[in-house]
């Protein structure tokens, strides 16, 4: 196959770890007799420097022109540090999932048995844990109207919804279901939040549709207790812009590290794929960044964006067996050697 990707490296840490998992792309796709095209795109912080744009118009030309993204992360401290800045890393993120129609945010979260004592759960609560949530990208107080009244002493965030928002977003949240247990859960605030009620009856309206489907609805407050106690009860969660945020990083430190879990960003026609950390400025340049959750999200593009099944289980059997091994970055070593970032990308393509 021909497979043409938009490569988004991005800020701090997203090039060193993007350039690992197109090192095993690369590898894979000589094995398997693919040819891939990447096509590299300024975003976040890099492309503010360049440009003065976070998501400048020629990366989303190039965005759409691709068969998927793959995406590192994009952030830097000197505008976190800076509450008056006019633009932000962020904003280009945000403009990126609208203008993509990126509406659906997947995010795994599995544990690993050679890793299963680095999480700061207790192994008997998190052995078998293997969920998926999907969260809604593009509405609801991330994009509601916001502002400052009372000379700037009171401030508003609107959290907005409509029907054919959340139907779009459960319809994927089903059918995901029917691929694997036939679980699914709806959490939101409904007890409170009117937009929340509009997400329930919306989704009960459409469980006719997916009899086989047994769904269950959790107020987010009892969700982010029970993924701490029991998260292996869950499998597929749907949710909203905001809770999907919080919940979605407090599954991530099941595993024992944000290091190792991908995820894929879903709209009509276009599919981003990023790692779930955010840019680790602090390591950037410094070789050590863990790469191994891009290069999961690039075995999720492999399977999701171009039904390339056998691929996505070589590119985790890799990772897996690096992992077994302790072919590892400094945030998963302990008291073994550490790798840098380079050496853990040449062993992953040596063995595949």
């Known amino acids: 196959m021909e497979l043409n990707v938009a490569l988004l490296p991005g800020d701090g840490i997203g090039p060193e770890v993007i350039d690992q998992a197109v090192k095993v792309c690369d590898a894979i796709a000589k094995?398997?007799?693919?040819?891939?095209?990447?096509?590299?795109?300024?975003?976040?912080?890099?492309?503010?420097?360049?440009?003065?744009?976070?998501y400048p118009d020629e990366t989303h030309?190039?965005?759409v022109n691709a068969d998927a993204v793959l995406f590192g992360a994009i952030g830097h401290p000197r505008f976190d540090n800076d509450p008056s800045a006019k633009v932000r890393?962020?904003?280009?993120?945000?403009?990126?999932?609208?203008?993509?129609?990126?509406?659906?945010?997947?995010?795994?979260?599995?544990?690993?048995?050679?890793l299963i004592d680095k999480s700061p759960l207790k192994q008997e609560r998190i052995e078998g844990t293997d969920l998926i949530f999907l969260r809604e990208l593009t509405s609801g107080i991330y994009f509601g109207k916001r502002g400052r009244e009372d000379d700037g002493n009171t401030a508003y965030d609107t959290?907005?919804?409509?029907?054919?928002?959340?139907?779009?977003?459960?319809?994927?949240?089903?059918?995901?279901?029917?691929?694997?247990s036939k679980k699914l859960c709806c959490v939101d605030k409904a007890n409170v939040l009117e937009s929340?009620?509009?997400?329930?009856?919306?989704?009960q309206a459409m469980e006719k549709d997916y009899p086989e489907v047994e769904v269950s609805y959790e107020f987010v407050d009892a969700v982010a207790m029970r993924l701490v106690q029991w998260p292996n009860s869950y499998d597929v969660l749907i949710t909203e812009n905001l809770f999907g945020d919080i919940l979605t990083d407090e599954a991530s430190v099941i595993s024992g590290?944000?290091?190792?879990?991908?995820?894929?960003?879903?709209?009509?026609?276009?599919?981003?794929?990023?790692?779930?950390?955010g840019s680790y400025p602090q390591a950037a340049g410094k070789n050590i960044a863990n790469p191994l959750a891009t290069v999961l999200s690039a075995a999720m593009m492999f399977e999701t964006a171009f039904g390339l099944n056998d691929e996505a289980k070589a590119i985790r059997a890799v990772v897996d067996k690096s992992l077994n091994e302790g072919i590892v970055t400094e945030d998963l070593s302990g008291d073994n050697k550490a790798y840098k970032t380079t050496e853990v990308g040449d062993w992953l393509v040596e063995n595949i």
């Open 31 to 54: 094995k398997y007799n693919h040819n891939i095209k990447w096509t590299t795109a300024l975003t976040g912080a890099a492309a503010i420097d360049a440009v003065g744009e976070p």
């Open 196 to 203: 929340s009620r509009l997400w329930r009856e919306t989704v």
């Open 257 to 277: 590290s944000m290091g190792l879990m991908p995820s894929a960003s879903l709209g009509e026609k276009t599919a981003l794929f990023e790692p779930i950390h």
């Open 159 to 180: 959290c907005t919804y409509t029907r054919a928002e959340v139907q779009r977003l459960a319809k994927k949240g089903f059918e995901m279901a029917m691929t694997r």
């Open 89 to 114: 890393p962020e904003q280009g993120l945000l403009k990126m999932r609208q203008k993509l129609g990126l509406f659906a945010n997947v995010r795994p979260t599995f544990t690993f048995p050679s």
């Open 61 to 63: 030309e190039i965005c």
